[in-house]
């Protein structure tokens, strides 16, 4: 009877344990269940025959089973009358899980040996739900901090006044920008006092008139720090209302010290930049003077001993030629050939400083059609072979823009002359804000390390006695494109040609003087 009677307390038991929101497991004094719900079964993953054959140490977490061992002990030796914990469980799958257990002990009889009762928690949407909102709050806590530093390291503070009890409430910005000890006391009289005496009748307006018409506002007030320091703040302000009711004034004060002074100094600097301005336009006409002065004398006073020398040395060619000895003619051939580049010279100089002071005029032309009347100006040997390609409009100065291609086709033109098969190539590429001229030939080529001298006046990569030149062609190429607010630049090999692109934009900024 008694047999039976365990049995059915045993299958009423098991009724109650399987309706469970939790585990449930009955364990006996070694730790083994012998009756577990399906609720646990759950849990853990383990089937209830695999469960009633293990100890609870088996499917706890190693960390955790001295602990939950520890009170058990205490437990079985009646040293405590119940335990609760924290602990995990490791499934069958090997996924852990937070729970929360309550142990008590079942009275037992001589029948009945020493066994307990265990009400397993699975907590781990708790446990989840725990962390996301710790995650949350210290999401909070770095924004706030961020915010914190933020408006520290730009100075603005916020700041709050209670019109009935006068109390005002500084942020840690504030209390820094005035230099008072963070967490001193401060009220509207004492707040006020800090604002300079030449602004603090301004400051008293303002609050006077937001409370009366409850307007906000947003003005820039000189204040006395503790230390004397005289700073520049930007205060806004707006009121604080309940049904109509003042209850007080809440804002924002920022330290623009820096800014101010800059500001200041940036208007003194505008007040004197005009004349500065206008004394650096003189300064410039005076130069541009003796540039003029400069270029009347190159081409007066040394055209006149220029063109003596030239005809002194012509007159002697045509009356005394014959009975001169041959050295007598060499020295007087070098004289003319030298009167002659000196001649050609002065008018390269002549033609650099003048463009520094040209009126430019820019306009769409047909570029193939200037290409063409340079070629047939230059009057290239009949065995040099010329082409085109995609030549079309061009948008500058048509004048100064045939100096250039002038001089760069006349280039490639005499640095292949010595070609058995001369070949010299225009081709234009049109981009969307450019158009690019690129003139190419097979010529001697020259070192490309010496390129940095390559547009410099009067420089020149070539002997006098390789081919002749006065070395400011392309110097005066370069500043007609730099006018223009282009580009222009070379590549070559030695005895392979040479390439020469210049890049003209689509569009002048203006018909000016430059």
């Keep these: 009877m008694k047999r039976l009677a365990k049995h059915n307390l045993i299958n009423y038991l098991q009724g109650i344990f399987d309706h469970s929101l939790h585990g449930i497991a009955m364990v006996d004094d070694s730790g083994v269940p012998f009756l577990v719900n399906a609720r646990l079964c759950q849990i853990i993953g383990y089937s209830e025959t695999e469960l009633t054959s293990m100890s609870f140490g088996q499917f706890t977490h190693p960390e955790d089973v001295d602990r939950d061992l520890k009170l058990f002990e205490q437990l079985r030796k009646n ?64 924004l706030n901090n961020l915010m914190e530093e933020t408006w520290e ?49 301004v400051a008293q307006e303002i609050i006077a008139k937001c409370i009366e018409a409850k307007e906000a506002w947003n003005i820039d007030l000189k ?123 002065i008018d390269s100089l002549l033609s650099f400083s003048r463009l520094s002071r040209s009126q430019t005029s820019f306009q769409s032309f047909g570029l193939e059609e200037r290409i063409d009347s340079i070629i047939h100006s230059i009057d290239p040997p009949i065995h040099c072979k010329i082409t085109k390609e995609n030549l079309g409009d061009v948008y500058g100065d ?32 049109s981009h969307q804000d450019s158009d690019e001229i690129i003139i190419s030939d097979n010529g001697v080529g020259f070192d ?21 030149g006065s070395g400011v062609g392309l110097a005066l190429c370069q500043k007609i494109i730099l006018k223009h607010h282009g580009k222009i630049w070379a590549e070559s090999k030695v005895g392979e040609g040479s390439t020469f692109c210049v890049s003209l934009p689509k569009k002048s900024i203006d018909n000016q003087l430059y």
């Design 153 to 201: 390291i730009a100075k603005i503070g916020s700041w709050e006044a209670n019109l009935e009890t006068k109390e005002v409430i500084w942020s840690k910005p504030v209390y820094k920008i005035h230099g008072v000890p963070l967490g001193e006391a401060i009220d509207m009289d004492k707040a006020f006092g800090f604002f300079h005496p030449d602004y603090r009748a």
């Design 448 to 468: 490309m390390a010496y390129y940095d001298q390559l547009f410099n006046i009067f420089q020149r990569l070539h002997t006098e006695t390789e081919f002749e």
């Design 398 to 429: 048509r004048m100064l823009l045939d100096h250039v291609f002038q001089n760069l086709l006349s280039n490639a033109i005499k640095y292949s002359s010595r070609e058995s098969a001369p070949k010299v190539h225009i081709k234009q590429i």
């Design 223 to 345: 204040i006395i720090a503790r230390d004397g320091a005289e700073k520049w703040v930007k205060t806004i302000g707006q009121p604080v209302s309940h049904n109509d009711i003042m209850l007080g004034l809440r804002g924002i004060l920022q330290d623009i010290t820096e800014v101010k002074e800059a500001n200041i100094k940036l208007a003194l600097y505008n007040s004197t930049l005009e004349e500065t301005v206008s004394e650096r336009t003189r300064q410039l006409e005076n130069v541009n003077k003796e540039l003029e002065a400069f270029a009347y004398s190159v081409s007066h006073d040394l055209r006149a001993p220029l063109r003596a020398i030239d005809g002194f040395s012509n007159a002697l060619t045509e009356d005394y030629l014959d009975i001169l000895p041959d050295t007598a003619q060499r020295y007087l051939t070098r004289i003319s050939d030298n009167s002659t580049r000196m001649g050609k010279l």
């Design 79 to 142: 040293e405590i009358d119940h335990y609760s914990i924290e602990k995990r469980y490791i499934s069958k799958a090997g996924h852990v899980t937070p729970v929360k257990i309550h142990v008590t002990p079942v009275k037992s009889t001589k029948e009945d040996p020493w066994h307990a009762i265990a009400l397993i928690e699975d907590i781990s949407r708790q446990k989840k739900a725990t962390q996301k909102i710790k995650a949350a709050d210290q999401r909070a806590r770095d």
